[in-house]
């Protein structure tokens, strides 16, 4: 079964910047593509960032992009986020997630989704 650990989160102060890690074990990410979302406080969980099984493909939600990147590592099984510039409204819980094997392709969906992290807690100070 598989495994996501995310690692990175912290406490940072507003412009700066972090990166996140997600490592998986139990099975390869190969052929799942994988994403990130977050959840603030008392709102729902939203899509970040996607890539597809190679990491040629990605995407970004339109608040991030231009600040947030999002790529992989299949050699190391782990995912990664870059967050630079970062907000106050960036702080949130940040969760890694991967499709099942054989669902190569993107998806900004958290339905498209079937292993999630446990969340990693991003603050960033004003």
């Known amino acids: 079964q598989l495994q996501l650990v995310e690692s990175g989160g912290g406490l940072v102060q507003a412009g700066g910047s972090l990166t996140l890690s997600c490592t998986a074990s139990?099975?390869?990410?190969?052929?799942?593509?994988v994403g990130w979302f977050r959840q603030a406080p008392g709102k729902e969980r939203e899509w970040l960032a996607a890539?597809?099984?190679?990491?040629?493909?990605?995407d970004l939600r339109d608040s991030v992009k231009g600040r947030f990147t999002i790529s992989r590592s299949n050699a190391n099984n782990t995912l990664y986020l870059q967050m630079n510039s970062l907000k106050p409204e960036d702080t949130a819980v940040y969760f890694c997630?991967?499709?099942?094997?054989?669902?190569?392709?993107?998806?900004?969906?958290?339905?498209?989704?079937?292993?999630w992290g446990q969340g990693t807690q991003v603050t960033v100070s004003s």
């Open positions: 997630a991967a499709r099942p094997p054989g669902f190569g392709e993107l998806s900004s969906t958290q339905t498209g989704y079937n292993s």
């Open positions: 139990g099975r390869t990410l190969t052929s799942s593509g």
């Open positions: 890539t597809n099984w190679s990491g040629a493909k990605t």
